[in-house]
């Protein structure tokens, strides 16, 4: 990241909110259930699945927590009356991980029923390291109750390449760099560390048959999946590529010509901003993009 773009990213907890929405409003499909359909309409008629995910994150109370169910309650109805093809990311902290780790497997509960009468599938997505471990025990007991469930692995972190072999046999992962900033006792920082580490993991995962989601935009680690499916002479129903919505739509359109299954990660909700600062720090063009946002230029 250049050094201005640098300079933006520090400075982002005071750039006022309406900017930083003009400039991420790429990244989100809207606030209202209503504009993720119909993000979702237009990427299944591309050829793309998707994962929608209500935006939230570590609730300030168990109230929070349950406002966030019932609008998952409402997105299973939804893809289901819409007939579209997409299943659903959630974040643990949002159904209160942070708070109480009880009441959080008690809404994991809730979602996997209401998910399994809708034929819907879940993904439990992985946040930062104080809740790697409680995140993994959820991710199994749902995985062991219901069946209709998948975790992600960051393969930032020292300890993945080891966790793979605690994961039951043949399961759904989706294999992702990292996004949160963790300390160096138990993550690497160096890029092309985390891309080896990266291609590690996958190779490791496919030769035990598991089901990877392979999500990066990285062109190197791409490559380097395309040359692990052809080593392994996968056909494409048995891995899919992920990536962001409004991240590299040219990948995206190669991904899809070349016959691999894609989906395509769909954020919607009002709470919007904690997600969209994530993505903008890891933007190299940040500076640029949000330069022109002051300007009001396109
Ligand atoms: C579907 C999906 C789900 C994810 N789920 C999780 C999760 O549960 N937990 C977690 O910690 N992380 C998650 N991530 C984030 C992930 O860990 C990485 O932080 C993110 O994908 C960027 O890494 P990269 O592999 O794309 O490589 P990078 O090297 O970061 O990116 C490669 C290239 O992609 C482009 N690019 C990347 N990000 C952006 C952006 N925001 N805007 C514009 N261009 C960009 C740039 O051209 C960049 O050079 C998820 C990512 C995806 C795609």
New binding site residues.
């Given amino acids: 990241m250049g050094l201005f773009s640098r300079l933006v990213v520090t400075c982002l907890p005071i750039i006022p909110k309406p900017v930083v929405g003009f400039v991420a409003k790429r ?1 989100v499909a809207g606030t209202t259930l209503e504009s993720a359909v119909s993000s979702v309409r237009q990427l299944n008629e591309e050829g793309a699945m998707a ?1 929608i995910d209500v935006l939230g994150e570590s609730v300030p109370n168990l109230d929070k927590a349950r406002q966030y169910i019932d609008e998952y309650l409402r997105l299973f109805q939804t893809i289901k009356a819409e007939g579209l093809n997409a299943n659903v ?1 959630t974040k643990p902290t949002m159904l209160g991980l942070n708070l109480d780790e009880q009441f959080c497997i008690e809404q994991y509960d809730r979602l996997y029923q209401e998910a399994k009468q809708h034929d819907n599938w879940i993904r439990i ?3 930062d390291h104080p809740y790697t471990d409680a995140t993994l025990h959820i991710y199994r007991l749902m995985h062991e109750r219901y069946g209709n469930a998948g975790v ?1 692995l ?1 393969a930032y972190l020292y300890r993945t390449l080891p966790d793979i072999d605690d994961l039951p046999e043949k399961v759904n992962v ?1 294999l ?5 900033i963790e300390p160096p006792t138990i993550s690497w920082r160096d ?1 092309q560390i985390i891309r080896e580490n ?1 291609v590690a993991c996958l190779d490791k995962l496919l030769r035990r048959n598991h089901y990877v ?1 392979i ?5 190197n ?1 791409i490559q380097a999946a395309f040359a692990l499916i052809d080593r392994y002479q996968l056909s494409p129903a048995q891995y899919e590529f ?3 919505l ?3 739509p040219e990948l995206r359109k190669l991904l899809l010509n070349l016959g691999h299954r894609l ?3 769909v954020p919607f909700g009002p709470d919007w901003y904690p997600y969209s600062t994530r ?2 720090r ?4 940040i500076a640029n993009y949000i330069v022109r946002a002051f300007f009001g230029l396109r």
């Fill in positions: 990244y994962t990311s997505d992985m946040e992600v960051q989706r992702c760099k990292g996004i949160y890029r990266y989601a999500a990066t935009h990285d062109d680690l992920q990536m962001l409004g991240v590299k989906r395509i990660y993505r903008l890891e933007n190299p063009d």
